[in-house]
């Protein structure tokens, strides 16, 4: 069965300096990846995605990802930290059924 | 485009009673899928509709229940509601077509409180 986990509930990095956001997960077959942020009484915003080729895969708001398969992780990663990271992460891994199956959530704290 | 809007954003229901909650795909976007947001469970999925068909359904009491019509929208109604079904609802919509159908961008979500 698919799975996904979150080690971290919370990360908390100063401004300017880099962040990672952990994420291992558990697939039969190919894995479909994916980072999710949530703001504040706000919904899902789609970050970035790995679904085949280079493993460091680059999304929205300068966040890349970096896909490995010996280890199944997928390391959410921002060289610079900003105030404004500050969220609620999310991976997900795509089912075989079509449904997204989700991490328990890391919360992100960027300190000025 | 516009994004996945959902209606309305915020709900107070009573014991008992029942609910519909609707959500507007992305222009294009044929698969609609809705997730329970809580603090506890995390993020769950309900179940999945594909021209206007349930093509996946986790696992929830028959009291969720869902539909697509043929312009995509889709609404969730639940039933008899409990203290328990307080949390966030959100629908997210998929364009289903090649690799592009892995992704699912998220509405804002409908907030439903019980009491």
């Known amino acids: 069965a698919q799975s996904v986990a979150q080690p971290e509930d919370q990360v908390n990095v100063a401004e300017g300096n880099p962040l990672t956001v952990k994420c291992t997960y558990s697939?039969?077959?190919?894995?479909?990846l994916f980072w999710y942020v949530q703001y504040p009484n706000r919904g899902l915003q789609f970050l970035l995605k790995y679904i085949t080729g280079d493993n460091l895969v680059k999304g929205s708001y300068g966040f890349e990802a970096e896909f490995n398969k010996s280890q199944t992780s997928f390391h959410l990663k921002k060289p610079s930290a900003l105030v404004s990271d500050s969220a609620l992460y999310f991976c997900?891994?795509?089912?075989?059924?079509?449904?997204?199956?989700f991490g328990s959530g890391t919360r992100l704290l960027v300190r000025p | 485009k516009a994004g996945v809007t959902q209606t309305p954003r915020y709900l107070i229901k009573t014991r008992g009673q029942q609910v519909t909650l609707s959500c507007s795909p992305i222009?294009?976007?044929?698969?609609v899928s809705w997730y329970q947001q809580t603090p506890g469970q995390g993020l769950q999925f309900l179940f999945e509709y594909f021209s206007e068909t349930q093509r996946n359904k986790g696992n929830f009491p028959g009291r969720f229940s869902g539909r697509q019509f043929s312009n995509s929208r889709s609404e969730m109604n639940v039933s008899t509601l409990e203290l328990g079904d307080s949390a966030l609802y959100l629908c997210?919509?998929?364009?289903?077509?090649?690799?592009?159908?892995?992704?699912?961008?998220f509405g804002p979500g409908t907030r439903l409180t019980v009491t």
């Open positions: 222009s294009g976007h044929r698969s």
């Open positions: 997210a919509s998929s364009l289903a077509q090649g690799l592009s159908s892995y992704e699912q961008y």
């Open positions: 997900a891994v795509r089912h075989s059924s079509y449904k997204l199956i």
């Open positions: 697939v039969s077959g190919n894995p479909y």
